[in-house]
C-alpha cells in the first residue's frame, strides 16, 4: 500500500513539474512583445528614411511623377479610374493611359 502512494505521489508531482516550471508568466510575453513592437518600429522608421532620402535625390519633375503615379495606383487598388472626371473633361492634352503589371 505504502508503495503505491509513494509511486502515486512521485507520478503526480512528475506530471506537474514541467507545467510551473517551464511556463511563461505574463510579465515575459508582455515584455517579448514590446520587444517585438519596438523592432518593428525601427523597422518601419528606417524604410520611410530610404524612401524619403531617394526621393530628396530625384529631381523635381521625377518626383512630381513618382507622386503622381502613387496616386494613380492607390486609386486603382479602390476600383475607381486613376484619374477624377473633372481631369478628364476639362483637360485639352491626351496622356498616355498606364497599364498593370503583371
Same mark, same amino acid.
Given at each position: 500500500?505504502?508503495?503505491?502512494?509513494?509511486?502515486?505521489? +512521485?507520478?503526480?508531482?512528475? +506530471?506537474? +513539474?514541467? #507545467?510551473?516550471?517551464?511556463?511563461?508568466?505574463?510579465? !515575459?510575453?508582455?515584455?517579448?512583445?514590446?520587444?517585438?513592437?519596438?523592432? !518593428?518600429k525601427s523597422q !518601419? =522608421?528606417? =524604410?520611410?528614411?530610404?524612401?524619403? @532620402?531617394h526621393l530628396k535625390?530625384? /529631381? &523635381?519633375? $521625377?518626383? &512630381?511623377?513618382i507622386k503622381r503615379?502613387? @496616386?494613380?495606383?492607390?486609386?486603382?487598388?479602390?476600383?475607381?479610374?486613376? /484619374?477624377?472626371?473633372?481631369? @478628364?473633361?476639362?483637360?485639352? &492634352? #491626351?496622356?498616355? &493611359? @498606364?497599364?498593370?503589371? $503583371?
Amino acid at each position: 500500500m505504502k508503495k503505491r502512494i509513494l509511486i502515486f505521489g +512521485l507520478l503526480a508531482l512528475l +506530471l506537474n +513539474l514541467p #507545467q510551473i516550471s517551464f511556463s511563461q508568466d505574463a510579465k !515575459e510575453r508582455k515584455a517579448v512583445s514590446d520587444l517585438n513592437k519596438q523592432k !518593428e518600429k525601427s523597422q !518601419e =522608421e528606417v =524604410e520611410k528614411e530610404l524612401v524619403n @532620402r531617394h526621393l530628396k535625390i530625384q /529631381q &523635381k519633375a $521625377t518626383r &512630381k511623377r513618382i507622386k503622381r503615379s502613387l @496616386r494613380e495606383a492607390e486609386r486603382r487598388k479602390k476600383g475607381k479610374h486613376p /484619374q477624377p472626371w473633372w481631369d @478628364r473633361w476639362f483637360n485639352s &492634352k #491626351q496622356q498616355k &493611359k @498606364r497599364r498593370k503589371r $503583371t
